[in-house]
């Protein structure tokens, strides 16, 4: 039995280290095991598959996407203007106020590439003109993008929560506190880092708005602020359902987009609309593919294996945390965020529960984790799109990226060591 085990996990790390996407190595890897151990039918992969992904709750994941998308069009924009008011007079105010966007655009959108993609194109030029380093610019833009995956209504809560059979609201209040902690931490840590370095001195004088601006950039930004409050507030008061509030969601930013802002036309309308449904695509992959490799996992008690090695390592619960929290970071250098929460989630969660910790807060550490892997490399998906916008190489973040994902491991270890700021949110709403 154990050589047959040995088998998936071989396969699944050779078709990952050779360049095959997650959702397909994860499919490789179960054939094979199957074709290996010879008890089961193939077409258990694909019966799996379509159940895997045959819940209502996920049609909540691309209407975020495309609400998300749909807010470019207008709405972010006149958001990131409203920021740049509202902090430009604090050292290294610009990025201050591209961190404070990606915040807001992480409650829209619930996806951190997305958050990336649209405020790096509009903030990032923008800091490099005033003198900003390029390889900063680009690493502050994918850590704050990256919140998307913390901050409600992010995505990668919304698949942990239905991976593990929680509750999505209650998942994505526990998001609160700690996703803006980490907007305040960056907020913080680029006002000290500017200061040092001199980024943004000079200009904030450009940024002296009229008291008739003002109004103008408030009334403006009014429309896109209420977005945060027909997802969140529909969900955690129970008027809606998840999916429910992602529809009331995409049709209010289409309706901004359209009429209010008329920035959207037909032929953008459907740029977005495929945009949006290969996002959604290349993660329903990984999802499907996540559901045979869990049945082989249960059905041949590989959880309780691993459960089994992991504690005799150590019976001190602290320690087993940080070697979980330790290897989540190191699978997010190569595994795309989304894949470790849906075919990690269910094989780690018993094994902490197990030493007592809470389901929901396991639930932000993993979150985070997957942030710290979103910048950084090889996978770095995140780190990618920031590069792409600015039209840079990777290499040229080196050393910035380190830094900021620095501040992403000390959010970890303070989550992890005092777990009431994750959970006492839980039974407010």
Not at 131 to 159: E, K, N, W
Not at 365 to 388: E, R, V
């Amino acid at each position: 039995m154990s050589s047959t085990i040995a088998v998936l996990f071989i396969v699944l790390l050779v078709t990952l280290v050779v360049g095959i996407p997650v959702g397909y190595s994860v499919m490789i890897a179960c054939m094979a095991f199957l074709m290996v151990d010879g008890s089961t039918p193939l077409v258990i992969v694909a019966q799996k598959m379509t159940d895997g992904i045959g819940s209502f709750t996920y049609l909540a994941m691309p209407l975020f996407i495309f609400s998300g998308n749909l807010m470019v069009y207008g709405s972010t924009p006149r958001l990131m203007r409203l920021a740049n008011m509202l902090l430009h007079r604090i050292p290294g105010g610009l990025g201050a106020a591209g961190i404070g966007a990606c915040g807001f655009f992480g409650c829209v959108s619930g996806s951190g590439v997305a958050t990336t993609a649209a405020i790096g194109s509009i903030v990032g030029p923008e800091m490099i003109q005033k003198g900003y380093g390029r390889g900063y610019t680009a690493s502050i833009i994918a850590a704050s993008g990256t919140l998307g995956g913390i901050i409600p209504p992010s995505i990668t809560l919304v698949l942990y929560a239905v991976a593990v059979n929680l509750s999505i609201g209650d998942m994505l209040a526990c998001g609160f506190i700690p996703g803006f902690m980490c907007v305040a931490g960056f907020i913080l840590l680029n006002t000290i880092i500017a200061k040092r370095r001199g980024y943004g001195v000079g200009v904030e004088d450009e940024y002296n708005f009229s008291g008739k601006e003002k109004m103008k950039i408030i009334l403006d930004a009014i429309p896109p602020l209420f977005m945060p409050f027909i997802i969140l507030g529909g969900v955690l008061f129970g008027i809606a359902t998840p999916t429910e509030a992602a529809v009331l969601a995409t049709v209010y930013a289409a309706i901004l987009a359209l009429f209010v802002y008329r920035e959207l036309n037909l032929k953008s309308f459907f740029q977005v609309a495929m945009d949006s449904a290969l996002s959604t695509a290349s993660i329903m992959v990984i999802i499907s593919a996540a559901a045979p490799f869990g049945w082989v996992m249960t059905a041949h008690n590989v959880t309780a294996a691993m459960a089994s090695f992991i504690m005799s390592i150590s019976e001190t619960p602290m320690v087993v945390y940080l070697l979980i929290v330790a290897l989540l970071v190191f699978l997010g250098t190569f595994m795309e965020g989304l894949s470790i929460v849906v075919v990690l989630s269910p094989i780690l969660l018993p094994i902490v529960m197990s030493y007592g910790m809470d389901p929901y807060h396991f639930g932000i550490l993993i979150s985070i984790a997957t942030c710290i892997g979103s910048c950084t490399p090889p996978m770095a998906t995140c780190l990618f799109t920031s590069c792409k916008t600015l039209g840079l190489q990777v290499s040229d973040t080196f050393p910035d990226i380190f830094m900021v994902c620095g501040y992403f491991i000390i959010m970890e270890l303070i989550l992890l060591f005092f777990p009431q700021i994750t959970t006492c949110v839980l039974g407010i709403f």
